[in-house]
């Protein structure tokens, strides 16, 4: 798709943005003739990103504000769980990340590094594993259950290490087991020398929309003193997610 093609593109969307309006009208937006407008409408309709009514007029469609929302959503809980990140860095010295599960992949979406010498290697924007980093376990294990088993059967389980689980089966079962106790971890499962622990982050709905986690070179802390840090990781999770609105049961 050239740089021209999506430039008119966008040109469409913000017009529809102001209200419904007519293929003619969509064409004079753009100085050109309505065929050329409907070019650009039938993929962005294929897509649910416009729709056109029964009367041909179009608007902006139901997936464009999904995205819209989930953007607003993930950049909106990253602001909410500032505060308590930076706290639960300061209190264990121990690297922070959150992450959101993005368009199939998990992402982190903020970070604060150890205090340590020794640290792990991530930045924001980076992609995690989806089938051993424990952010991806707690975001996975929060899907839908015919979701999870959809996402799980496309992910290619490379193994990292001799911990990494390499089946679906296993993978689906970890994830059970996450969904049930409300955490996960990564004992060595994506780099032989690194323990995590993560949490989910829930919005007012219940959702699971992000993971808190803690991440811990072996060199600092064994496995057993990263979970002995769980308690408050959990605790950071809960406070975001009752920023974010939502109320615990019972």
């Known amino acids: 798709m050239s740089s021209t ?17 007519t293929l003619e009208q969509l064409a004079a937006v753009l100085d050109a003739h ?4 409907l070019r650009l ?16 007029r179009y608007r902006l469609g139901p997936q464009l504000f999904a ?3 989930q953007a607003l959503e993930q950049r909106g809980v990253r602001t909410v769980a500032a505060g308590h990140l930076r706290e639960l860095n300061a209190a264990t010295g121990q690297t922070v990340h959150l992450a959101a599960y993005e368009g199939g992949e998990v992402v982190y979406i903020d970070k604060y590094d150890s205090r340590h010498p020794v640290r792990m290697y991530s930045r924001i924007g980076l992609r995690a594993a989806l089938h051993c980093a424990a952010v991806s376990k ?8 015919a979701e999870r088993r959809r996402v799980v059967a496309g992910i290619e389980l490379t193994p990292f290490t001799a911990n990494t689980l390499t089946t679906p089966e296993a993978l689906l079962a970890e994830l059970d087991r996450v969904a ?7 004992r060595a499962e994506h780099e032989s020398f690194i323990n995590c622990v993560a949490a989910p982050v829930r919005d007012a709905t219940g959702r ?43």
């Open 67 to 69: 995205l819209a929302g």
């Open 138 to 145: 707690v975001l996975l294990a929060g899907l839908p259950l």
């Open 34 to 37: 309505k065929s050329t407008a």
């Open 41 to 56: 409408l039938r993929p962005m309709e294929e897509a649910r990103v416009v729709q056109r009514d029964a009367a041909h």
């Open 208 to 250: 699971v929309v992000a993971a808190a986690s803690l991440s811990v070179p072996d060199v600092l802390l064994p496995y057993e003193g990263v979970l002995a840090l769980l308690p408050q990781l959990l605790a950071t999770a809960a406070a975001i997610s009752a920023d974010c609105g939502h109320r615990a049961a019972g």
């Open 5 to 21: 093609t999506v430039a008119r593109a966008m040109r469409l969307l913000a017009e529809l943005a102001e209200g419904e309006r």
């Open 180 to 186: 049930e106790r409300g955490w996960a971890r990564d």
